[in-house]
């Protein structure tokens, strides 16, 4: 069956990929980020693409993306909340708006699309809900403080929607990546708001981008609540998880770059 997949922050890295591992299908891809110069570069590689420009911090351009979907197309069967900024600074260098903002982005911009298109999956009694986490949603990391304090708020909406959707067919997945090649530390947000353009070593090893998004697709199909994706650094959930003294010594001597 022809779904329609809605992806945001398709862009580039990890969105990119995912909307890149559709690319030969007959699905239509709803291409949605704020550089649409990047959306249309994407598209020429996709088979059925729409390209959406939107800002998930505005809440207005939301409620217009989805009235735009809901008349064109009807219904959403996949939406990947996958826009997202990650965070190199101190607690103390970070101001409180850049705090806000990273808040904005990672936590309410997914959970206000989510709950925008909620209804037409509900009407239509079928649909998928993928929020993009990170390991960092998991447990704390230097640099990072309102970066994973945003990841784990959507650990408690996320989880929370789906209890309340158990007696539904509609399926969530809380995706937590680890050390991905990407661009995420480059883009990252300084304490003043200013980009970090630095590519840590962490992501440079990481594991391929496309490997990240195949696995995704394969737990979307599988219809799994919780997906982890990285190397030997997911290793860490389980050890915050089960021995948490342990998990602060290692962590303690990890290197957060």
Request: glycine share 8%; aromatic share 8%.
């Amino acid at each position: 069956m022809k779904k329609i997949i809605w992806i945001t922050g398709a862009g580039s890295g990890i969105g990119r990929a995912l909307a890149e591992s559709y690319s030969h299908s007959d699905h239509t891809i709803v291409l949605s980020g704020r550089n649409k110069a990047q959306l249309e570069a994407v598209s020429k590689d996709i088979l059925n693409p729409y390209i959406l420009p939107l800002d998930v911090t505005q809440e207005k351009q939301i409620n217009q993306a989805v009235s735009t979907i809901q008349s064109t197309f009807g219904r959403v069967d996949i939406l990947i909340n996958n826009a997202g900024i990650s965070q190199r600074a101190t607690v103390t260098e970070t101001t409180n708006e850049v705090g806000r903002a990273l808040m904005e982005v990672n936590f309410f911009g997914s959970v206000h699309l989510t709950k925008a298109v909620l209804p037409m999956m509900l009407d239509a009694n079928q649909g998928s809900i993928v929020a993009m986490s990170s390991a960092a949603g998991k447990f704390g990391f230097p640099l990072r403080s309102y970066y994973s304090a945003s990841k784990h708020a959507l650990h408690g909406f996320y989880e929370s929607l789906s209890l309340e959707l158990k007696d539904t067919p509609l399926h969530v997945m809380i995706v937590c990546p680890g050390r991905i090649k990407t661009d995420i530390s480059k883009h990252a947000l300084t304490g003043s708001g200013e980009s970090h353009n630095q590519m840590d070593q962490g992501q440079l090893h990481g594991i391929p981008v496309e490997k990240c998004a195949s696995k995704i697709v394969r737990g979307l199909f599988k219809k799994k609540f919780e997906l982890y994706i990285g190397g030997n650094e997911i290793l860490l959930v389980y050890i915050k998880r089960y021995f948490p003294f342990l998990f602060r010594q290692i962590a303690k001597r990890v290197n957060p770059k």
